[in-house]
Each structure stands twice: as structure tokens, then as C-alpha cells.
């Protein structure tokens, strides 16, 4: 079956940062698109960025804009989010996705990983 399991996480100071990996299997991983997403307690999971099935294509939410980079290695099945000048507001649950639509809503992924925290102390 599909399984994405994502690494990286922990505890960061603020302007820190952290390389979030997400590992894919159980499906030719080049066909679809990938996500990052994160929810922080009390608040709803919100779209990070995402990146189309070849790379060329990458969108960003505007709250991390010009300061994470989301790339991915076909060959590796793996899909990164690098984090730079983090901020205590970054702090969340963050899950990679993979889905045929992609795109900024949740519906347009069908597998989800488990999640791994960021935790970024002012």
C-alpha cells in the first residue's frame, strides 16, 4: 500500500533552520504531485507549498513565501520542505501528501503521512 513517512522534524530557535524529508512507496512515485501542509494546536491543517509530479512547478501559502524551498528526487521517492529564518508561528504538525490533482486543498490528495513536529522557541 502507500506509505509516506516524513523526517526532520524538532525543536529550532527562531531564524533556524530545518530540512523536512517525506519518503514515498507503494506507488510510481513521478506520477503525482506532493504537498506539504501543518496544523498547529487549536487550528485548522493549512496548505505549506507544494510541487508538481517533475519539479518544474512550485507553489507557496504566503505566509512562508521566499523563506521555505519544497523540491523532490524522483529517483529517491522523496520529497523535501526546507525551512529557513523560522518563526515561533511555525510551529505545527507538518504532513507531506501525495496526490493526481495536488494543488493548494487538502482534497486534492489521497495518501497522507503521519506528520512530524516543528517546534521553532523565540
Known amino acids: 500500500q502507500v506509505q509516506l513517512v516524513e523526517s526532520g522534524g524538532g525543536l529550532v530557535q527562531a531564524g533556524g533552520s530545518l530540512r523536512l524529508s517525506c519518503a514515498a512507496s507503494?506507488?510510481?512515485?513521478?506520477?503525482?504531485?506532493m504537498g506539504w501542509f501543518r496544523q498547529a494546536p487549536g487550528k485548522e491543517r493549512e496548505f505549506v507549498a507544494r510541487i508538481n509530479w517533475s519539479g518544474s512547478r512550485t507553489n507557496f501559502a504566503n505566509s512562508v513565501k521566499g523563506r521555505f524551498i519544497i523540491s523532490r528526487d524522483n529517483a529517491k521517492n522523496t520529497v523535501y520542505l526546507q525551512m529557513n529564518s523560522l518563526k515561533p508561528e511555525d510551529t505545527a504538525v507538518y504532513y507531506c501528501?501525495?496526490?493526481?490533482?495536488?494543488?493548494?486543498?487538502?482534497?486534492?490528495?489521497?495518501?497522507w503521512g503521519q506528520g512530524t513536529q516543528v517546534t521553532v522557541s523565540s
Open positions: 507503494g506507488r510510481t512515485f513521478s506520477n503525482y504531485a
Open positions: 501528501a501525495s496526490g493526481q490533482l495536488g494543488g493548494g486543498s487538502q482534497y486534492g490528495y489521497d495518501y
